[in-house]
């Protein structure tokens, strides 16, 4: 096994960097151009029912245009809340690829070329649930990452992943034991609520979690210097089996 060279640890944060930029821009721009969208098309709905207000005010028997209408508006409202929900599906998955793409892009840097979904790592806190919680215990085991200043914002992105949870896989709709676990989250998310048992998400929330995944991957990157260094006998489990990597490098730093 090779040792990397200053170069190519000098150049890992930017290539980082731009490996989270790419996955999330795309992401941005969808955002903001199926918002627009919509605002257009409830501006123009908006505008013929206040015409149609005006000319019925003094002859309101219409009720064939008045139902159009109603249903015209209730079709917006839903394709909406669609558009909002599997957006956020969509926010998540471009958090997850990137992230790996990030472990990933580290571990052949620094030449162990190790997928990091294979990593098996002890979750003693449930904050590091899921496929971005392992892909994050892959970096802080595997390669040293101080994760202390990134927690605040972690905290976040992991409530991000459990509404997402409940939006993907229940519909958005709660389990009465999930009200409180979900309110503890919203209290602290503009834009994200419920009514009764079903969860509420405006476009607010979704681009504040984008700035927010924007915000950690740049303090994330800007730790991915030469301190990345393999630990020593971590164990790695693959399909097959377990194996253990024995990894001489000479800086043990966290960072």
């Known amino acids: 096994m090779s040792t990397p060279t200053n ?9 980082a960097r731009s490996t989270a930029r790419m996955q999330m821009r795309d992401m941005k721009s969808y955002l903001r151009r199926v918002e627009r969208f919509f605002e257009r098309d409830d501006f123009k709905l908006q505008s013929e029912e206040d015409k149609h207000y005006w000319e019925t005010l003094d002859s309101p028997n219409n009720d064939g245009e008045d139902w159009l209408l109603k249903m015209r508006r209730l079709k917006h409202e839903s394709d909406y809340n669609l558009f909002l929900k599997s957006s956020l599906g969509m926010l998540y998955s471009s958090l997850d690829i990137a992230l790996f793409n990030i472990a990933r892009l580290v571990s052949e840097i620094t030449k162990i070329d190790l997928n990091p979904k294979n990593y098996d790592p002890k979750r003693t806190k449930a904050a ?3 496929d971005i919680g392992t892909y994050a215990k892959y970096l802080i085991d595997f390669h040293n990452i101080d994760w202390d200043d990134l927690r605040v914002d972690w905290m976040r992105i992991d409530g991000f992943r459990i509404t997402r949870n409940y939006v993907i ?3 958005g709709e ?3 034991e999930q009200l409180k676990r979900f309110d503890k989250i919203a209290m ?3 834009g994200l609520s419920r009514e009764s048992s079903s969860i509420t998400i405006s476009a607010f929330y979704l681009n504040e979690m984008s700035d927010l995944i924007n915000v950690f991957f740049d303090k994330l990157c800007k730790k991915l210097d030469q301190r990345v260094i393999p630990n020593p006998l971590i164990k790695i489990k693959n399909k097959t089996k377990s194996q253990k990597f024995i990894l001489c490098y000479a800086d043990k ?3």
């Open 188 to 190: 602290t998310e503009e």
């Open 7 to 15: 170069t190519e640890y000098l150049f890992l944060p930017g290539l």
């Open 169 to 171: 896989h229940q519909g």
């Open 174 to 176: 709660l389990e009465s």
């Open 253 to 255: 730093g966290k960072h």
């Open 128 to 130: 590091f649930s899921g």
